[in-house]
């Protein structure tokens, strides 16, 4: 028992110190927010001399006549709907791989999973030539289509293996009081799959709330900007950079992917942790 004691203090005194050693820079840019400019470039001290909220209101002001709010707002109507259409066309997509029989089934479930191994660099030149045919760049379309058409196959994959833990026995009994195949992913297996869904929904926010470089590609006014880029054009406005505004306008960006991941934690890591099981 004293030697079980030992290795298990141990093992917490490690992973305090990995702790915080991780959220170090995430503790440091907070008090960053409270310091003036040249307090960020000249001092080595973690706790500002005097804590002032002139940053966040200076930062919030943005760029010429484009505050934050807009930075903001625009990030929500891009994210917002992204999250919604890949959840739902993903899932159904995952419904009728893991539900139904059909001809070359295989190969096509073999093909969905060979384009996890696509980077992004490979088909973001195809892609973009696509949405400049279509009219669609400096909009937020590019990222709209790609959910609608469930081009996700790591979401449709993680959906498949949590609905494989699902007993079939549940569709024959709804198929029996005369349930359609529409209606049984309706009714029945969508309540039971919100772990999977909020945790691919929780992936997805986290991954496009953060994206710069898709972003970049395709939007280029100023006014269509996601906070990504707000901070971004923050940068290129003054010969000195106004650290602390920028870390500022950082701090209160990372609220809502804080907010959201404690707010769906439970069905997150019971998504997580269910996945590939087998009923």
Same mark, same amino acid.
């Given at each position: ?18 702790? !915080?050693?991780?959220? &170090? =820079?995430?503790?440091? +840019?907070? @008090? *960053? ?9 000249? /001092? ?53 791989? !893991?539900?139904?029989? &059909? =001809?070359?089934?295989? +190969?096509? @479930? *073999? ?9 992004? /660099? ?76 909020? /945790? ?80």
């Amino acid at each position: 028992m004293k030697k079980r004691k030992k290795h298990n203090g141990a093992a917490y005194f490690l992973l305090i110190v990995i702790g !915080a050693v991780i959220t &170090f =820079p995430f503790v440091w +840019m907070i @008090f *960053a927010c409270f310091k003036t400019n040249g307090e960020i470039l000249g /001092s080595t001290k973690l706790l500002p001399s005097r804590f002032s909220f002139d940053a966040f209101k200076k930062g919030w002001n943005g760029v010429g006549n484009i505050t934050f709010a807009t930075y903001f707002k625009n990030t929500f109507l891009l994210v917002i709907p992204t999250v919604v259409l890949t959840v739902m066309s993903c899932s159904f997509v995952a419904f009728g791989f !893991a539900r139904f029989r &059909f =001809p070359g089934k295989k +190969m096509f @479930f *073999a093909l969905m999973i060979s384009t996890l191994m696509l980077p992004n /660099s490979v088909i973001i030149i195809p892609r973009y030539l696509i949405f400049n045919k279509l009219g669609l760049l400096n909009s937020y379309w590019p990222f709209y289509l790609p959910a609608l058409f469930a081009c996700f196959p790591f979401f449709i994959f993680m959906i498949i293996q949590f609905m494989r833990g699902i007993p079939r026995e549940l569709d024959e009994a709804a198929y029996i009081d005369g349930c359609s195949s529409l209606g049984l992913y309706v009714k029945i297996l969508l309540p039971l799959m919100k772990p999977a869904l909020f /945790s691919a929904g929780l992936f997805q926010f986290m991954w496009t709330w953060n994206d710069f470089f898709n972003t970049l590609i395709y939007i280029s006014s100023v006014k269509k900007f996601p906070v990504s880029l707000g901070l971004r054009a923050s940068l290129d406005t003054a010969a000195q950079v106004q650290w602390d505004k920028v870390m500022a306008m950082s701090l209160i960006s990372i609220l809502p992917l804080i907010v959201m991941f404690f707010a769906a934690q439970k069905y997150f890591v019971e998504g997580i942790s269910t996945t590939g099981l087998k009923g």
